[in-house]
Nanobody, 117 residues
């Protein structure tokens, strides 16, 4: 059973920064891709940023230039550096991992990010 454990959420003022971490219980080399999603009340869960095993990244248009996804293979951890935060970034952020080209999908428990104006 794969576990993904997020940390780093919290309350921050608009314009501030946070760094989210997602620690996996197995080598992240085993995942085809990992990513961060978010969900706010009344909205669907949306992809924020993703990173493949080869290091390619993609971002939602709303966060491009402000957020950076990265990975530390030695620590089996994926990060999301969030800068210039806006109130509309407020959501529960979830870590996601995909293995065997989508045959297996894993989710973390989520971490709350609240940005005050």
């Amino acid at each position: 059973q794969v576990q993904l454990v997020e940390s780093g959420g919290g309350l921050v003022q608009a314009g501030g920064s946070l760094r989210l971490s997602c620690a996996a219980s197995r080598s992240i080399f085993s995942f085809n891709s990992m990513g961060w999603y978010r969900q706010s009340p009344g909205k669907q869960r949306e992809l924020v940023a993703g990173i493949t095993s080869g290091g390619s990244t993609n971002y939602a248009a709303s966060v491009k230039g402000r957020f950076t996804i990265s990975r530390d293979n030695a620590k089996n951890t994926v990060y999301l550096q969030m800068n210039s935060l806006k109130p509309e970034d407020t959501a529960v952020y979830y870590c996601n991992a995909i293995r065997s080209w989508g045959e297996y999908t894993y989710w973390g428990q989520g971490t709350q990010v609240t940005v005050s104006s």
